[in-house]
């Protein structure tokens, strides 16, 4: 478990192959300015050899990541260490410190253990150098002996990229503690009058009411349950409340629907949905940036979509001159050169789902009668909005130093983003934008991520504290409202 205590210099380190990615510096044979000499991190560090693997799957994404531009030098600089311990068993840096490489460490009859985690590689290291059957660690006369005392691991903060935080702990973990922004909680009928009547409760409030609940986020969700009206049973979801971060008070929703200058609406179909409307109808100075955490067919597409059409493009008043969509982008780990057109065509064929789900609203919007309108007309108009730029798509690899003002911008599929690719962007978003990162953390198919070490995760962690942020999640399978079919796939796949 980790330890809060940090300090700056340890005796042995097992770098994480995150540290080494975001610092790969640490492990520099040769400095380039002659007179640079930076400060030991530790008098060893133990380096998985299984890292090496992993350095050579990230080096083909070349230019793409961080990740890719760092992992030849790190392979370079590991195949030195090993070239300089084949004499005395470990290499010797220009500033005194020491490196080892070890063995990959394998666990056939560990039904949990998987072989191609660099995670549980860095863990097995620590683990079998805390040992007692270390057989190629010989250290130094003079060095204390390995024990939990002298053994850290060195590893980047799990919710952090950039730079490398040192941290004393035991054995290596990513948190699978994932922010939801929401609670469900049972509201004692002596204090209904403060939300039946008052229609808020204060943060003092809330700490004397629920004594055993953490203090709420700013722009925490609250699903209020009683076993008295009107709690039990509410279509229009008065029993959900917002932190406001303006008034430190859990307040009712503002919004429960999606409205534009037009008669029709679009309305919630559980709580979860109306978490959602909540977040993308707040202005753009209060919730510029909402992170939607759901399974499939809990309306994530669809509601962005929704909001895109009737807020974007059917009200006047509306800051969103286009919308923007950035897609699964499957560049970073397959084949798109079959697909037909330049960039911007091969990132719409990516975002079929977002396209679906647009035409379907428009349909909606022209129903007479409960009779949905013409899929025909539905998309002709989709592809004039393409056609006059109302609508634009890009690939996660060209998004570098654009700025997106007064724009609607979608980042659908963000569980297969980087860290440093989420970083990147939402930090395109400009001036009276509003971006909204969607996606399914249980649904990972970048082979280099994991459900609770990816980018919509990393940014939901990160930003659950700041007043201008908000996340929504959809519990599973209650809120999936697709099919049966997909409530089924939802809980059972």
């Known amino acids: 478990m980790s330890n809060p205590a940090t300090k700056e210099y340890h005796d042995y380190l097992v770098p994480g192959l995150d540290a080494l990615i975001s610092?790969?510096?640490?492990?520099?044979?040769?400095?380039?300015?002659?007179?640079k000499i930076d400060k030991p991190k530790c008098k060893r560090l133990f380096i998985p050899e299984f890292y090496?693997?992993?350095l050579k799957i990230f080096g083909r994404e070349h230019d793409y990541t961080a990740r890719g531009k760092n992992s030849p030098i790190l392979l370079d600089n590991i195949n030195k260490i090993l070239a300089m311990s084949e004499k005395q068993g470990f290499a010797t840096f220009y500033n005194g410190m020491e490196a080892q490489v070890i063995p990959y460490r394998h666990e056939p009859n560990d039904p949990m253990f998987d072989p191609n985690s660099s995670t549980q590689q860095t863990i097995r290291t620590a683990d079998y150098l805390l040992s007692r059957s270390v057989e190629d660690v010989v250290l130094p006369h003079g060095y204390k002996p390995l024990s939990k005392d002298t053994v850290a691991v060195l590893t980047g903060d799990p919710y952090l990229s950039g730079k490398t935080h040192m941290k004393k702990i035991h054995v290596a973990f990513i948190s699978n503690e994932l922010y939801t922004g929401r609670r469900r909680l049972k509201l004692p009928i002596e204090a209904s009058p403060l939300w039946c009547s008052n229609h808020k409760i204060t943060a003092d409030e809330f700490a004397d009411i629920f004594p055993d609940e953490p203090p709420l986020k700013p722009q925490e969700f609250v699903e209020l349950i009683g076993d008295y009206h009107p709690l039990n049973y509410d279509p229009q979801f008065k029993n959900v409340g917002r932190m406001d971060?303006?008034?430190?008070?859990?307040?009712?929703?503002k919004f429960r629907e999606i409205t534009s200058d037009t008669p029709k609406i679009i309305r919630p179909r559980n709580a979860g949905q109306a978490m959602m409307i909540e977040a993308m109808m707040l202005p753009t100075e209060e919730a510029p940036i909402v992170i939607v955490m759901g399974a499939l067919g809990t309306g994530k597409t669809f509601l962005s979509a929704a909001f895109s059409y009737y807020v974007g493009f059917l009200t006047e008043s509306s800051p969103y001159e286009r919308t923007f969509i950035v897609p699964h982008d499957p560049a970073l780990g397959a084949d798109t050169g079959f697909l037909p057109g330049g960039p911007t065509e091969k990132a719409r064929a990516n975002a079929m789902s977002f396209e679906d789900n647009?035409?379907?609203?428009i349909q909606h919007h022209y129903s007479d009668g409960g009779k949905m309108g013409s899929y025909q007309r539905a998309k002709k108009e989709f592809e004039d909005k393409i056609t006059d730029g109302l609508i634009a798509y890009d690939s996660i690899v060209r998004m570098g130093g654009r700025t997106l003002p007064n724009t609607f911008y979608l980042i659908d599929e963000a569980q297969d983003t980087e860290r440093f690719q989420i970083k990147q962007l939402v930090g395109r978003t400009g001036d009276f934008s509003k971006v909204v990162v969607a996606g399914d953390p249980t649904q990972v198919t970048n082979r280099?991520?994991?459900?609770d070490n990816n980018g919509l995760v990393h940014a939901a962690a990160k930003l659950a504290n700041h007043p201008n942020v908000v996340v929504v999640?959809?519990?599973v399978p209650d809120e999936v409202t697709r099919s049966l079919?997909?409530?089924?796939?939802?809980q059972y796949l």
């Open 485 to 490: 079919a997909a409530r089924i796939a939802a």
């Open 52 to 54: 090496m693997d992993q």
């Open 358 to 361: 647009m035409i379907e609203i």
């Open 473 to 475: 999640s959809y519990r």
């Open 245 to 253: 971060p303006q008034t430190n008070t859990l307040i009712p929703l």
């Open 448 to 451: 280099h991520l994991t459900p």
């Open 23 to 35: 610092e790969p510096a640490l492990i520099e044979m040769d400095p380039e300015e002659s007179d």
